[in-house]
Nanobody, 115 residues
């Protein structure tokens, strides 16, 4: 059974940093294309960063140059390093495969960027 558990969110001032973690259980994490998604208040969930099984990364324009996605296959864990955070980065962050699988959504982790 595949399960993703997100952690690492919190309250941070504009310009600050956070590192999110996604602990994965189940099969094929090593080879899967994985993504970080976020849902801002009143908005639809959006994909912000992707990493393929081979380690190729891609980012939404809104986070490019500020966020870095990575994963540790030995630990079955994916990360999102977020720097130079802005108020518009506020939202609940989730991890899932890309394309997302509806039954794999976890609880997410709340990120709030505010002074």
């Amino acid at each position: 059974q595949v399960q993703f558990v997100e952690s690492g969110g919190g309250l941070v001032q504009p310009g600050g940093s956070l590192r999110l973690s996604c602990a994965a259980s189940g099969s094929a994490f090593r080879f899967a294309t994985m993504g970080w998604y976020r849902q801002a208040p009143g908005k639809q969930r959006e994909l912000v960063a992707v990493i393929t099984g081979g380690g190729t990364t891609n980012y939404a324009d809104a986070v490019k140059g500020r966020f870095t996605i990575s994963k540790d296959n030995a630990k079955n864990t994916m990360y999102l390093q977020m720097n130079s955070l802005k108020p518009e980065d506020t939202g609940v962050y989730y991890c899932n495969r890309d394309p997302a699988v509806s039954g794999y959504w976890g609880q997410g982790t709340q990120v709030t960027v505010s002074s």
